[in-house]
């Protein structure tokens, strides 16, 4: 059987459990022996875990251990001169499982005629539609019939354990059933350890990713030094040409600065927009204007970012350089810091006003009605009792729309171009950190090259920037609650 | 016994003011709508000056109501609609060309829960002044405020700490800042809307004493759900019920002497 159907006997002998268990819970108690400890429901649940739970585990388990199994079985069925091998391990062990899938579409006759050499298994295989890119070898041949077997003979185990799983817990669970058994807590502790798997790969996920990035860059800054890659002033990683053993200058700080100026002038704009937007919705506007403008601004959170990215291309990027840039003298290009700060700014405003709005309309009324009771015109209070006490959430939502603006790329690729570069010239090219990390991971990559390696080092230090600032602002937002409960 | 109430015309049943004080507000027919419902049935009373005024009567009765019309706080109110004419020395608050924020600065308020702003108790009490522009340099501004505290028997208690936040303080010595904001800015009347109710037994019993000094100077009016505050603080009383005023006269010949059946039974306990 495969897993598939596994996986619809558990269901349905778990249904069945259940119907069962609830079914003797109830004549126990019509019985009147004594009364149930749980209602009904629990027992049935209690049986349908009982029998679902373990099934289910040793089918997650020998799924995980078949692959391994498998592979172990191939290596140690390939002569020694290709294990010896080990860049082209992992494809000779492909080769052998296609070669196994292969030897599962042929009929007994033709595999008695590979056997005796009067046709060649490739051809074979091709008239059962599974083309091979060369000829099989004599060892692939005995190496796949082992694995043949060996997964054969696995999955008539993990039929079994499951089977036998499934049986075992329905009759256990089914005995146990008695007025007085405490049904409850197994299925509350079920239900915790559900909430508590769900929450943990979320976290997992997160400590993962870390990690990946981390064992990465360690092996890039092996081959760079981090002095040179923190303090270093010129990016040019060179081509990652084959046996090249020039490895040119990886300097963060250009990336970094392009990131950081850029961010600058989308904050610019999305800040007092945002903020002043916010106010006007959580302060002056009728709930009727705002019911239809708030939903409006928060559109812009959700066009996507390559629209925004030709937006800057095709339309923002030529006016600034046509109005701006060529009249004062200070660059040529469509591609500029301006360009990508002003676009990326828009593309953040909602992130600012929606949560300074939440914010604002979170202060106290009894804060506005008392600056207002002491003849304080509305922007007089705004400004004066309802902006200080919302400050810090307003902060903290500023931060979290500037770690937003830290790792956009698409707009940064199309609005202030791919150069590295460190200048003050807002009418400049320059690009940030994601850009490049993109760069160095598009084509043919090798990943022993630090010319690929760094991107993970630019990744692990851009995961911490933006960590950094996310924390800042949760403390904040944090301490900002405090406040008022 | 509430919809005959409400479907007949009305007439408040009054006893004039023995001492005669000068009248500071007067109120014709004031009816107050939110929305489609009628809080306010047309109120018409005369509140006398350099006197505590108590509006008293069960929950939901619009003394509340009544009590935000005098500063106009229920234009804040969204959907709130404001009938009939309140004239504070003969000048009607609601015409046009008066300046909403001037009034509020003549009639100040104390609200229920204490609501000191999230600053310095020195900037709490200078914030009034401030955007009225009163002081004239920083010593006069420090002058008003040493003076508000005092004259809210505050000062006392927080001369050494100036300079802490106002939400530091407990629940009656913030009320206490709140009344010291509102004194700030000179105003001529005070609106106090259930000052004591979030407070504890002596606390309340300092602001209550308070209120008294303060009648020297200020016109009080005081919305009390306690009986007894009214009786210790007021010289007359108003007794809503059911968005009417049912009677008004001098506090104690309405606590002891009622005209009317439904005030009786107020202050006896009967309902409400």
């Known amino acids: 059987m495969g897993p598939l159907w596994l996986l619809a006997l558990i269901a349905g002998l778990s249904f069945f459990g259940f119907i069962l268990g609830h079914w003797k819970s109830v004549v126990l108690s019509g019985k009147g022996r004594s009364t149930l400890a749980a209602r009904p429901g629990y027992y049935g649940a209690y049986v349908l875990i009982w029998t679902a739970m373990p099934a289910l585990l040793i089918l997650v388990a020998l799924s995980i251990?078949?692959?391994?199994?498998?592979?172990?079985?191939?290596?140690?069925?390939?002569?020694?001169?290709?294990?010896?091998?080990?860049?082209?391990?992992?494809?000779e062990i492909s080769g052998v499982e296609q070669v196994a899938a292969g030897l599962k579409t042929a009929t007994p006759e033709e595999l008695e005629n590979i056997r005796i050499g009067v046709v060649t298994a490739r051809?074979?295989?091709?008239?059962?539609?599974?083309?091979?890119?060369?000829?099989?070898?004599p060892y692939q041949l005995i190496a796949a019939s082992a694995l043949n077997l060996v997964s054969d003979g696995l999955d008539t185990a993990v039929d079994i354990a499951v089977v036998a799983a499934l049986a075992f817990g329905l009759i256990f669970a089914f005995m146990r059933v008695k007025p007085r058994l405490r049904a409850r807590n197994l299925v509350e502790n079920t239900v915790l350890a559900l909430l508590i798997a769900a929450s943990s790969v979320a976290v997992l996920t997160t400590i993962g990713i870390v990690l990946s990035?981390?064992?990465?860059?360690?092996?890039?800054?092996?081959?760079?030094?981090?002095?040179?890659?923190?303090?270093?002033?010129?990016?040019?990683?060179?081509?990652?040409?084959?046996?090249?053993?020039?490895?040119?200058?990886?300097?963060?700080?250009?990336?970094?600065?392009?990131?950081?100026?850029?961010?600058?002038?989308?904050?610019?704009?999305?800040?007092?927009?945002?903020?002043?937007?916010?106010?006007?919705?959580?302060?002056?506007a009728t709930s009727k204007v705002r019911s239809i403008a708030k939903p409006l601004i928060e559109v812009l959170a959700g066009i996507p970012t390559i629209v925004y990215g030709f937006f800057a291309l095709t339309t923002v990027g030529p006016l600034i350089r046509d109005y701006v840039a060529v009249p004062l003298g200070l660059g040529t290009s469509g591609n500029n810091v301006i360009t990508a700060g002003l676009v990326m700014g828009i593309m953040i405003i909602p992130y600012v006003s929606s949560l300074s709005d939440d914010i604002i309309t979170a202060v106290p009324r009894s804060l506005?009605?008392?600056?207002?009771?002491?003849?304080?015109?509305?922007?007089?209070?705004?400004?004066?009792?309802?902006?200080?006490a919302a400050l810090p959430g307003v902060v903290g939502a500023v931060l979290l729309?500037?770690?937003?603006?830290?790792?956009?790329?698409?707009?940064?690729?199309?609005?202030?171009?791919?150069?590295?570069?460190?200048?003050?010239?807002?009418f400049a090219e320059m690009t940030t950190i994601t850009v490049k990390i993109v760069n160095q991971l598009t084509g043919d990559l090798e990943f022993t090259s630090p010319q690929t390696l760094v991107a993970f080092a630019l990744g692990i230090t851009l995961f911490v920037i933006t960590l950094g600032l996310n924390v800042l602002a949760l403390t904040i937002v944090r301490k900002y609650r405090e406040q008022y409960e | 016994m509430s919809a005959v109430q409400t479907a007949t015309p009305f007439e408040t049943v009054r006893t004039p003011d023995p001492a005669s004080r000068p009248i500071k507000i007067h109120a014709a027919a004031v009816k107050v709508t939110y929305g489609q419902k009628e809080a306010l049935h047309g109120v018409s009373i005369d509140i006398a000056e350099k006197a505590v005024t108590a509006f008293i009567g069960p929950s939901g009765c619009g003394k509340s109501t009544f009590l935000r019309c005098i500063n106009r706080m229920n234009d804040t109110i969204a959907g709130a609609r404001v009938e009939g004419t309140i004239t504070l020395d003969d000048r009607n608050i609601y015409d046009p060309d008066l300046d909403v924020v001037e009034l509020r600065a003549r009639?100040?308020?104390?609200?229920?829960?204490?609501?000191?702003?999230p600053k310095s108790i020195f900037d709490n009490v200078a914030y009034g002044p401030r955007i009225h522009g009163l002081a004239r340099s920083k010593a006069d501004l420090e002058?008003?405020?040493?003076?508000?505290?005092q004259r809210a028997?505050?000062?006392?208690?927080?001369?050494?700490?100036?300079?802490?936040?106002?939400?530091?303080?407990?629940?009656?010595?913030q009320q206490r800042l709140c009344i010291a904001r509102a004194i700030a800015v000179s105003p001529e009347v005070i609106l106090m809307d259930e000052p004591c109710s979030a407070l504890d037994p002596i606390a309340t019993a300092k602001v209550e004493e308070l209120i008294d000094e303060l009648r020297a100077n200020f016109t009080i009016v005081i919305v009390t759900h306690s009986m007894q505050q009214a009786a210790r603080v007021s010289q007359r009383t108003a007794f809503f019920h059911l968005g009417h005023l049912i009677e008004e006269g001098p506090t104690d010949h309405v606590f002891t002497n009622p005209l009317e059946q439904r005030t009786q039974d107020y202050i006896t306990g009967r309902f409400g």
């Open chain 1, 65 to 91: 251990a078949r692959p391994l199994l498998a592979e172990h079985t191939v290596r140690a069925n390939l002569p020694q001169q290709v294990l010896d091998n080990p860049t082209q391990l992992s494809l």
């Open chain 1, 123 to 137: 051809s074979v295989f091709a008239g059962h539609g599974l083309p091979l890119g060369e000829d099989v070898r």
């Open chain 1, 213 to 284: 990035l981390l064992f990465q860059a360690l092996q890039f800054f092996s081959m760079v030094s981090p002095i040179n890659f923190y303090f270093g002033t010129v990016w040019d990683p060179r081509f990652a040409a084959a046996g090249s053993t020039e490895s040119g200058q990886f300097g963060f700080l250009p990336l970094f600065w392009g990131t950081i100026y850029i961010s600058f002038f989308a904050m610019l704009v999305a800040v007092p927009i945002g903020l002043f937007s916010a106010v006007y919705m959580a302060e002056y």
């Open chain 1, 368 to 388: 506005r009605d008392g600056s207002l009771a002491l003849g304080a015109t509305r922007s007089e209070t705004m400004r004066q009792v309802i902006m200080p």
């Open chain 1, 401 to 426: 729309a500037m770690s937003r603006a830290i790792g956009e790329t698409m707009i940064v690729v199309l609005a202030a171009g791919v150069a590295a570069r460190a200048s003050l010239n807002p």
């Open chain 2, 107 to 117: 009639v100040g308020m104390v609200f229920q829960k204490p609501n000191p702003f």
């Open chain 2, 143 to 149: 002058e008003i405020v040493v003076t508000s505290l």
């Open chain 2, 153 to 173: 028997s505050l000062f006392n208690e927080v001369k050494d700490r100036l300079n802490e936040p106002g939400t530091g303080l407990s629940g009656g010595q």
